[in-house]
């Protein structure tokens, strides 16, 4: 049987297609935004348009300046440590759960979105961020904690955007597969605490290597 049409507002097209062209860069982070711009370019009205951008800001992807306009939300080293360190605490507890609880829980949902890895390494920006984030996505689906997965899916457009900036510089700096085996390995056969040790030393290198990469590009760009 074929699926329904999903039918979405002029409002849910509008933050779609705003927080695509964020998420993906193509509007730059701290780049200004006006209503009457962003009206042009989506074809829609300016309260529709308004609208998105609250939706947004809501989600802390873009930013407003009273009396005046928006603007994407910045990206420096304070926010890149803010979301990585959050998204820790998130993926960090569910490497422990897991590993508490793995027989009954099972392990299916991680082995199948780490093969996926490795098909991925060679394709585009696309594929990789799909990749790496449905592995990182797949042990927190497979805890079944509703709150912590609905929570860690609050963050997803902050570390897609995130991981899009840093892919934007520097594409294919780590083989997926190798960067991930560590955890997949402790996630599937190691104790609690050293799943989420594997959790926290996989984005403590993030971390370090994303920051490093923001004082070259600014100390590149200073006069």
């Not at 420096?76 to 803010?82: K, L, N, T």
């Not at 997803?156 to 900036?165: A, F, Q, V």
């Not at 050293?194 to 996989?202: F, G, K, M, S, V």
């Amino acid at each position: 049987m074929r699926q329904p049409i999903q039918r979405k507002s002029l409002q849910d097209q509008a933050t779609d297609w705003l927080r695509q062209a964020v998420v993906r860069g193509h509007l730059a982070p701290g780049a200004m935004l006006t209503e009457q711009a962003l009206t042009e370019q989506i074809g829609t009205g300016r309260g529709t348009v308004r609208a998105a951008l609250f939706a947004l800001e809501a989600q802390e992807l873009v930013t407003r300046i009273p009396y005046s306009s928006w603007r994407v939300a910045v990206l420096d080293a304070q926010v890149i440590r803010e979301i990585y360190t959050l998204r820790a605490a998130y993926e960090g507890l569910a490497a422990r759960l897991l590993a508490e609880d793995r027989d009954r829980l099972g392990t299916d949902l991680v082995t199948r979105a780490f093969a996926v890895l490795a098909d991925a390494d060679d394709a585009g920006t696309d594929a990789r961020v799909l990749a790496d984030l449905g592995f990182h996505a797949s042990f927190v689906a497979q805890t079944g904690h509703q709150h912590l997965i609905r929570r860690h899916a609050l963050l997803s457009d902050k570390i897609e955007w995130l991981y899009r900036w840093s892919e934007s510089h520097w594409p294919r700096r780590n083989p997926l597969v190798d960067e991930h085996r560590p955890l997949l390995d402790a996630l599937l056969q190691g104790s609690p605490d050293q799943a989420e040790r594997a959790l926290r030393d996989h984005i403590d290198y993030s971390i370090t290597q994303d920051v490093a990469g923001f004082h070259s590009l600014a100390a590149g760009k200073a006069p």
